[in-house]
């Protein structure tokens, strides 16, 4: 056993041993605790700063690709909201201990179920250093001990990071090992961390395809596995123009390397001689490449100054993470269910309709995690749907589904009170 795996086994020795003791902290302990992260961000701001620009010229460097290079970035509005986040998390309710479906059994028993942390748990996760800060303070607050594995790209910013969050923590009283940071980046580490399920509860991986698939397909623990978005909005006949272009525009552009940006538009086709030059002109603004299957084509090759690209068969179901998106007209309601039943990663999807019985069918019908009518899904994200942060989007079925928060990261235990009752 070499000198990096030792140290990780130590620590989550170490995790496991705080994760017993988190289990039971107080409320506001762990919220002066968050409170403590969110000022330290603010106040060593230009520490982390200098961290990341060091991480951010290397992989520029080393040509990492716009996607990765903005997920990279920290700013100061970035870290202040990240600041901003943590407070929220402090100002939620505390999901511990909580006792829910109570209820008086015939026999006299009172049954209920009390929730309680899942222990410890695991992240890997690559070029996105804020997840460090997310992660940390959503398992401070849900009484769980974490042991960060951040990618070598962003080992500056996220090691600054985890350092911040340490002595935040230590002031506030949060026993010792509860946020564990994996120094060495060697990749042998994720093939021992994935093996570690005496220590470690849950898996997170955070990241591209790669990752994901080698976490959920090596990991000895449970894993929840998500991030990859594939997100179409549909544009039904019904459509309110206006709504329907701005909706469209904001899933794409106001962050185009995100999980839950827009990847295709679905036009029907009575209303796509109207829609399309109207969104394409729009989109055109922003220099997005349109990659247009035969009859959206058609219609946008007489308006100037936009930048068209003919569809191929790999631009559906494709996550582009950049300004390009893909375009196609469909002839009712039941294509467009059934391209994204073929396309989609069961992230986020939309429709725009003014037809209430058509928003019914698209939110009862389509499988995904998180489903809109009338709405961007750029919305599809922890701290937009009041959770404070988020440990990841999962796009599986079990045991979470959408952004998870306080409340997927813990379980429940029965208990049942009695007053002497025996099973006849």
Known sequence: MNAAIRELEEKGKAAKAASKKLAFLSTQVKNKALVNIADALIDR????????????????????NEAMLDRLMLSPPRLE???????????????????????TLPNGLK??????PLGVIGAIYESRPNVTIDISSLCLKSGNAV????????????????NVAQEACHQAGVPQGAIQFVESTERALVNHMLKMKG??????????????????????????????????????????MKKAVAIAYNAKV???TVCNALDCILIHNQIAQDYLPAIARELAKASVEMHCDKRAMAILKPVPSLNLVPAKDEDWGKEYLSLKAAIKVVDSLDQALEHIEKYGSGHSEAIVTEDHSAATRFLNEVDAACVYANASTRFTDGAQFGLGAEIGISTQKFHARGPMALKELTSYKWIIQGSGQVRP
């Open 45 to 64: 701001l230009n520490e982390i700063l200098i961290a990341n620009k060091i991480d951010y010229e290397k992989a520029k460097a080393s040509g990492m």
């Open 81 to 103: 909201g990240i600041a901003q986040d943590v407070k929220t998390v402090a100002a939620l309710p505390d999901p511990v201990g909580e006792v829910f479906e109570e209820r």
């Open 111 to 116: 049954v209920g179920k009390k929730r309680v």
């Open 147 to 162: 042991i960060l594995r951040g990618g070598k790209e962003a080992t500056n910013s996220s090691r600054a990071l985890a």
């Open 199 to 240: 220590t470690i509860d849950l898996m997170i991986p955070r990241g591209g395809a790669e990752l994901i698939k080698l976490v959920s397909e090596n990991a000895a623990m449970p894993v929840v596995t998500g991030g990859i978005g594939v997100c179409h909005t549909y544009v039904d006949k019904s459509a309110d």
């Open 254 to 256: 106001q962050r185009p």
